[in-house]
């Protein structure tokens, strides 16, 4: 069964910047878009980013357009996500998750907590 | 700005039909927004549970079941059972450039 890692995640200063880590195992990785989803506390899913599977031209939400940057390593079956700029807003558990047929998220990571804090 | 909307709440008896909506806030839901749902208990990533409208991911109980209602996507739980109290994701794909779009999610209570 497919399985993500992710890891990276820790307390970061406003304005700070942090750099997570999504390890894949147990399926081609290079076969597969990923992508990148987070969750503040107490509140909903929201989409982050997306990366193709040989890279290509990358997505962002609005909300992290300009600050976070995806990418992936496929020799390393791993996946990445640069946070800079850091705001307090960004203070959530960040998810990375296989794009898979259909479009669907499947399967999740179980998360690295991202906390922006002075 | 696309939002997407979901009943904040929801509650259901023990054995009892459900069906939480998925819509938006201009337009209608189609099948060409790929709409999946999402299911997550406290603490835990979330699971799939239907995706493509209807198709129901490997493992999902049958009582799970997903469609197209009017404008809105549904998911329905036919014979609610205690361990369905969670929370409920749905997300369309939007399409322009890369881009998905969550519902702020259905709390379901079972009791």
């Known amino acids: 069964e497919a399985q993500l890692v992710e890891s990276g995640g820790g307390l970061v200063q406003p304005g700070g910047s942090l750099r997570l880590s999504c390890a894949a195992s147990r399926f081609s990785f290079s076969s597969y878009e990923m992508t990148w989803l987070r969750q503040a506390p107490g509140k909903g899913l929201e989409w982050v980013s997306y990366?193709?599977?040989?890279?290509?031209?990358?997505y962002y939400a609005d909300s992290v357009k300009g600050r976070f940057t995806i990418s992936r390593d496929n020799a390393k079956n791993s996946l990445y996500l640069q946070m800079n700029s850091l705001r307090a807003e960004d203070t959530a558990v960040y998810y990375c998750?296989?794009?898979?047929?259909?479009?669907?998220?499947?399967?999740w990571g179980q998360g690295t907590q991202v906390t922006v804090s002075s | 700005q696309t939002v997407v909307t979901q009943e904040p709440s929801f509650s259901v008896s023990p054995g009892g039909t459900v069906t939480l909506t998925c819509g938006l806030s201009s337009g209608s839901v189609s099948t060409t927004y790929y709409p999946s749902w999402y299911q997550q208990t406290p603490g835990q990533a979330p699971r799939t549970l239907i995706y493509?409208?209807?198709i129901r991911s490997s493992g999902v109980p049958d009582r799970f079941s997903g469609s197209i209602l009017g404008n809105k996507a549904a998911l329905t739980i036919t014979g609610a059972q205690a361990d369905d109290e969670s929370d409920y994701y749905c997300?369309?794909?939007?399409?322009?450039?890369?881009?998905?779009?969550f519902g702020g999610g259905t709390k379901l209570t079972v009791l």
């Open positions: 990366i193709g599977n040989s890279g290509g031209t990358p």
């Open positions: 998750a296989r794009v898979s047929s259909s479009l669907r998220f499947d399967p």
């Open positions: 493509s409208t209807d």
């Open positions: 997300v369309l794909y939007m399409g322009s450039g890369i881009n998905w779009v």
